[in-house]
């Protein structure tokens, strides 16, 4: 939809998420006593969508799989508690501390990027995959065996308590900025470079877009943005221990990118807010040996959404049934062909070679005149 | 010296399974592309039917069954998961091996329970070799690995099957050109992946007896990380890399300081190798063309 020169598609996520944010910091400030659970599964959320948005930059939009996304949150869940643990005696646990352990974590977080992206530069595909899943491996590895002084080792880290009254309009906050910076840059000369080396990074190349700086620099942003969530986490969490940033979390938040769709962030956030939801509310229903019932539901979404998105088999299948289509006839119930000029409805159609030849053919026929015998009866 | 001799063998024969699995991962990858993700969660199929069928007393007809089951599985898997995805791009193919193996564990999880099981196949005893005590299942699986190494390898250079293999991994569709069934090569190539797992969860099983939704993840990456080391592709190679892999795994535990980082060196030998020589050691190097 366009008003003006303003594209709702464009910021309908911003609108959204923004208006939830004020209404219930709104609500907050002038009084409203929430649920606790309620504020963690807020936080919760925050921090899942922005790992499924930054997660969807590195697969859905530079087509290369990350399965190291939980390896990088780890490192900025560490570093920027361990951040806050130093600052908090001196600057107190106030909101100073806060942004300082997030700006430390998301600079560790995008190092780590850097570490992973020259890899990436070398290889592609099932190869870079490993390796990130090596690296969260590595991470977890390290954190879990470091000594009880620097980072708690087994028993992990212990965070500061931030009033958590506020912590997750800070978290909705940092969503906004996270969307205002992944978006920008997709919808940029970045973001067309990013998605060319997606669907062809020799001709990518070969047109003049410099693949090694767009791959590092987009894998960078992930990591960043990982690193936040990291630390996000720490301080909902109270405490960080490394065993929980596995590859299963990375599978997790492959999953809601994978839900959402590739390449589509409005469905990441969506699915990300439906996944986290479904992980809080599904353990009070499926409990002892059913609780693995939610592993097998994840599994499923996975094969069954990728081979129905990408099998080759499936495509006219998908063309008439996808979900635009769908909404657009529900919205726009038949549309009577009798009001669409001929005229209006050819410009839609590029044309192709001999269409264009054929059209020029009328224009000249038009222009000549009723009477073809003037010009010899051929152009 | 018994300690080091001990070591040395607990190494080669931890490489033996290894190797096995990474056999199994190399003529996949080889001859359908893809990086089966389920691999390694196979293995754990395999532990978990010998627990089941040694009902039978007879751990030969268990052990028969298993691979007869993992062979079925690996076989269905291809054709429901993997093969609506051929032509597809290798990012839909990857996310869907994961899925799978994924959908394995939780499945396992759900029929048998979270908890370990414990399964004894059979007691071999142990020997004294040069005054180490050697276990002689360690010395088993090596021995077999080795045999079912140089039995794949004449296989692939000698039998007309074997040829086609190679045909549809070094081009898919002049293979298809030369009237070879390709889908019909690459079902056989997951059948013998899958039968080479079994033959691993067996081994695993020899090693510690107890089973888990959860033994063969851990088995099947350091098990593809092997195969990257020897080249993806390579069959010689593969048993290269298992039987390196398994050495600094056995060498590493044995070392106090270094013991619990054991994990994080194999990983970054993993990413040292690919950075230094992406083909691996016995590997070909391929070029892409648009």
């Given at each position: 939809?366009?008003?003006?020169?303003?594209?709702?598609?464009h910021?309908?996520?911003?609108?959204?998420?923004?208006?939830?944010?004020l209404?219930?910091?709104?609500?907050?400030?002038?009084?409203?006593?929430?649920?606790n659970?309620?504020?963690?599964?807020?936080?919760?959320m925050?921090?899942?969508?922005?790992?499924?948005?930054?997660?969807?930059?590195?697969?859905?939009?530079?087509g290369?799989?990350?399965?190291?996304?939980?390896?990088?949150?780890?490192?900025?869940?560490?570093?920027?508690?361990?951040?806050?643990?130093?600052?908090?005696?001196?600057?107190?646990?106030?909101?100073?501390?806060?942004?300082i352990?997030?700006?430390?974590?998301?600079?560790?977080?995008?190092?780590?990027?850097?570490?992973?992206?020259?890899?990436?530069?070398?290889?592609?595909?099932?190869?870079?995959?490993?390796?990130?899943?090596?690296?969260?491996?590595?991470?977890?590895?390290?954190?879990?065996?470091?000594?009880?002084?620097?980072?708690?080792?087994?028993?992990?880290?212990?965070?500061?308590?931030?009033?958590?009254?506020?912590?997750?309009?800070?978290?909705?906050?940092?969503?906004?900025?996270?969307?205002?910076?992944?978006?920008?840059?997709?919808?940029?000369?970045?973001?067309r470079?990013?998605t060319?080396?997606?669907?062809?990074?020799?001709?990518?190349?070969?047109?003049?877009?410099?693949?090694?700086?767009?791959?590092?620099?987009?894998?960078?942003?992930?990591?960043?943005?990982?690193?936040?969530?990291?630390?996000?986490?720490?301080?909902?969490?109270?405490?960080?221990?490394?065993?929980?940033?596995?590859?299963?979390?990375?599978?997790?938040?492959?999953?809601?990118?994978?839900?959402?769709?590739?390449?589509?962030?409005?469905?990441?956030?969506?699915?990300?807010?439906?996944?986290?939801?479904?992980?809080?509310?599904?353990?009070?229903?499926?409990?002892?040996?059913?609780?693995?019932?939610?592993?097998?539901?994840?599994?499923?979404?996975?094969?069954?959404?990728?081979?129905?998105?990408?099998?080759?088999a499936?495509?006219?299948?998908?063309?008439?049934?996808?979900?635009?289509?769908?909404?657009?006839?529900?919205?726009?119930?038949?549309?009577?062909?009798?009001?669409?000029?001929?005229?209006?409805?050819?410009?839609?159609?590029?044309?192709?070679?001999?269409?264009?030849?054929?059209?020029?053919?009328?224009?000249?026929?038009?222009q000549?005149?009723?009477?073809?015998?003037?010009?010899?009866?051929?152009? | 010296?018994?300690?080091?001799?001990?070591?040395?063998?607990?190494?080669?024969?931890?490489?033996?399974?290894?190797?096995?699995?990474?056999?199994?991962y190399?003529?996949?990858?080889?001859?359908?592309?893809?990086?089966?993700?389920?691999?390694?969660?196979?293995?754990?199929?395999g532990?978990?039917?010998?627990?089941?069928?040694?009902?039978?007393?007879?751990?030969?007809?268990?052990?028969?069954?298993a691979v007869?089951?993992?062979?079925?599985?690996?076989?269905?898997?291809?054709k429901?998961?993997?093969?609506?995805?051929?032509?597809?791009?290798?990012?839909?193919?990857?996310?869907?091996?994961?899925?799978?193996?994924?959908?394995?564990?939780?499945?396992?999880?759900?029929?048998?329970?979270?908890?370990?099981?414990?399964?004894?196949?059979?007691?071999?005893?142990?020997?004294k070799?040069?005054?180490?005590?050697?276990?002689?299942?360690?010395?088993?699986?090596?021995?077999?690995t080795?045999?079912?190494?140089l039995?794949?390898?004449?296989?692939?250079?000698?039998?007309?099957?074997?040829?086609?293999?190679?045909?549809?991994?070094?081009?898919?569709?002049?293979?298809?050109?030369?009237?070879?069934?390709?889908?019909?090569?690459?079902?056989?190539?997951?059948?013998?992946?899958?039968?080479?797992?079994?033959?691993?969860?067996?081994?695993?099983?020899?090693?510690?007896?107890?089973?888990?939704?959860?033994?063969?993840?851990?088995?099947?990456?350091?098990?593809?990380?092997?195969?990257?080391?020897?080249?993806?592709?390579?069959?010689?190679?593969?048993?290269?890399?298992?039987?390196?892999?398994?050495?600094?795994?056995?060498?590493?535990?044995?070392i106090?300081?270094?013991?619990?980082?054991?994990?994080?060196?194999?990983?970054?030998?993993?990413?040292?190798?690919?950075?230094?020589?992406?083909?691996?050691?016995?590997?070909k190097?391929?070029?892409?063309?648009?």
């Amino acid at each position: 939809m366009r008003i003006g020169k303003f594209k709702l598609n464009h910021y309908i996520n911003y609108i959204v998420i923004g208006i939830l944010t004020l209404v219930l910091s709104v609500m907050t400030f002038t009084g409203s006593r929430f649920d606790n659970s309620l504020l963690f599964l807020l936080e919760k959320m925050a921090i899942s969508i922005i790992l499924a948005v930054s997660l969807s930059l590195v697969v859905g939009f530079l087509g290369e799989l990350s399965l190291g996304h939980a390896g990088f949150m780890c490192v900025g869940a560490y570093l920027g508690g361990k951040v806050a643990v130093l600052l908090a005696p001196a600057l107190g646990n106030g909101i100073l501390t806060l942004l300082i352990s997030l700006l430390a974590g998301a600079a560790v977080a995008a190092l780590c990027g850097v570490i992973i992206g020259i890899p990436a530069l070398r290889l592609r595909g099932d190869y870079l995959a490993i390796v990130t899943l090596a690296f969260g491996e590595i991470v977890k590895s390290l954190f879990m065996n470091s000594s009880d002084e620097s980072f708690g080792g087994t028993l992990g880290l212990d965070t500061p308590r931030f009033d958590k009254k506020y912590l997750f309009i800070i978290a909705f906050v940092l969503v906004l900025i996270t969307l205002a910076v992944v978006q920008n840059y997709i919808r940029s000369k970045h973001g067309r470079a990013v998605t060319a080396i997606r669907d062809n990074e020799i001709a990518a190349r070969a047109t003049g877009i410099n693949v090694t700086k767009y791959k590092l620099l987009t894998f960078i942003l992930s990591a960043a943005f990982a690193g936040i969530a990291g630390v996000l986490y720490s301080f909902s969490n109270y405490t960080v221990q490394s065993i929980k940033f596995g590859y299963n979390y990375s599978i997790e938040i492959l999953v809601m990118v994978v839900l959402g769709g590739m390449g589509n962030i409005n469905g990441s956030i969506v699915a990300a807010a439906l996944i986290t939801w479904l992980n809080t509310w599904l353990p009070t229903k499926l409990t002892g040996d059913l609780a693995v019932l939610q592993n097998l539901l994840y599994a499923l979404i996975l094969i069954v959404i990728v081979i129905y998105n990408n099998a080759p088999a499936l495509k006219s299948f998908r063309d008439r049934y996808n979900l635009g289509n769908l909404i657009n006839k529900v919205l726009k119930p038949k549309a009577d062909p009798s009001h669409i000029k001929d005229d209006k409805a050819k410009w839609d159609v590029v044309p192709t070679k001999i269409s264009m030849d054929e059209i020029l053919s009328i224009d000249m026929k038009q222009q000549s005149g009723p009477d073809p015998e003037q010009k010899g009866g051929k152009r | 010296m018994e300690e080091i001799l001990s070591t040395l063998i607990n190494g080669l024969s931890l490489g033996g399974i290894y190797a096995m699995i990474a056999l199994g991962y190399t003529m996949v990858y080889g001859i359908a592309k893809m990086l089966n993700f389920a691999h390694g969660d196979i293995i754990m199929v395999g532990g978990y039917l010998i627990y089941v069928f040694m009902a039978t007393k007879n751990p030969l007809i268990a052990i028969l069954l298993a691979v007869v089951g993992c062979v079925i599985l690996g076989v269905t898997i291809e054709k429901i998961a993997y093969k609506p995805l051929r032509g597809a791009s290798p990012l839909a193919v990857l996310i869907t091996a994961i899925g799978v193996s994924y959908m394995l564990q939780s499945l396992a999880q759900i029929i048998f329970g979270s908890a370990t099981q414990m399964v004894t196949v059979y007691e071999f005893g142990a020997v004294k070799l040069m005054g180490a005590t050697v276990q002689i299942s360690s010395l088993v699986t090596l021995g077999v690995t080795v045999a079912v190494m140089l039995a794949l390898t004449l296989f692939v250079k000698f039998t007309r099957l074997g040829r086609a293999m190679i045909a549809v991994s070094e081009d898919r569709d002049a293979a298809q050109l030369m009237g070879i069934n390709v889908n019909g090569i690459i079902t056989i190539t997951f059948a013998i992946g899958s039968a080479l797992a079994a033959l691993a969860g067996l081994f695993y099983l020899l090693k510690a007896p107890a089973v888990s939704g959860t033994m063969g993840a851990m088995p099947g990456i350091k098990a593809f990380t092997a195969a990257v080391i020897g080249g993806i592709g390579s069959i010689p190679g593969a048993m290269l890399g298992g039987i390196l892999l398994g050495m600094v795994e056995c060498i590493s535990y044995k070392i106090t300081a270094i013991a619990p980082y054991t994990d994080a060196i194999e990983f970054s030998i993993l990413i040292l190798i690919l950075l230094v020589r992406p083909t691996g050691f016995l590997g070909k190097k391929r070029r892409e063309k648009v």
